[in-house]
């Protein structure tokens, strides 16, 4: 089915281990962006990607570090997790038509950092 | 400064109840914004964008006044299933900001 899909949905990881979670989009969109969301900050940018192999810093990058060989494509990688990346994790698309298209989000993965 | 404020809430209200959430934003450059729902942790969905002429879809109303840095939503007719939060969303080239989200509890 088209959409816009992460994986993994649940991930339990101990600090300073590597963990990418993947996001995976089939409408060829050009922007894909993640977020991060914890209680009391809503949802913050962490990295986001105007085309293939052109990504820039969010919010609150550090820490994280993006891909993007494919379109279709956008990992995020933790390189060396810490408890306070434990999280819900969103990775969203648009289009790259300007003016008011809406972004769609995939379902989440919830990080878990022991 | 945050890019976009937004009243945490709650705002508890009974069915039928209108009520209004109010968001704005720092970034006068800001091209195009937009009202998502979230359900309980679940992915954040559009419910409307928001036009300088201000919009209307059903029971839902939403309002910019630019000049302002000001963002609106009206819901009229409260339902149960109006219970969410509500995200005010203004993007900026191309990087979407969101504020921290309005919980609304509707009642019976």
């Known amino acids: 089915d088209a959409g816009i899909t992460q994986s993994p949905r649940y991930k339990i990881t101990e600090t300073g281990r590597q963990v990418t979670l993947m996001c995976h989009q089939t409408?060829?969109?050009?922007?894909m962006f993640w977020y991060r969301q914890d209680l009391g900050h809503g949802l913050r940018l962490i990295y986001y990607?105007?085309?293939?192999?052109?990504?820039d810093k969010g919010e609150v990058p550090d820490g994280y570090v993006v891909s993007r060989s494919k379109t279709e494509n956008f990992p995020l990688t933790l390189e060396s997790a810490t408890r306070s990346q434990t999280s819900v994790y969103f990775c969203a698309s648009r289009g790259a038509k300007t003016g008011s298209t809406e972004a769609f989000f995939g379902q989440g993965t919830r990080l878990t950092v022991v | 400064r945050k890019e976009v404020e937004q009243d945490p809430g709650p705002f508890n209200v009974p069915e039928g109840a209108t009520v209004a959430f109010n968001c704005t934003y720092s970034?006068?450059?800001?091209?195009?914004f937009f009202w998502y729902r979230q359900d309980c942790r679940k992915e954040p969905k559009l419910l409307m964008s928001?036009?300088?002429s201000g919009n209307e879809d059903g029971r839902f109303t939403a309002q910019l006044n630019r000049a302002s840095q000001y963002i609106s939503l009206l819901i009229r007719d409260s339902k149960l299933s109006d219970s969410a939060t509500y995200l005010c969303v203004v993007a900026s080239f191309n990087k979407f900001y969101f504020g921290s989200g309005t919980k609304l509890n509707v009642k019976p």
């Open positions: 928001v036009y300088s």
């Open positions: 970034n006068s450059a800001s091209q195009s």
């Open positions: 409408w060829s969109h050009s922007y």
């Open positions: 990607s105007a085309a293939a192999d052109i990504t």
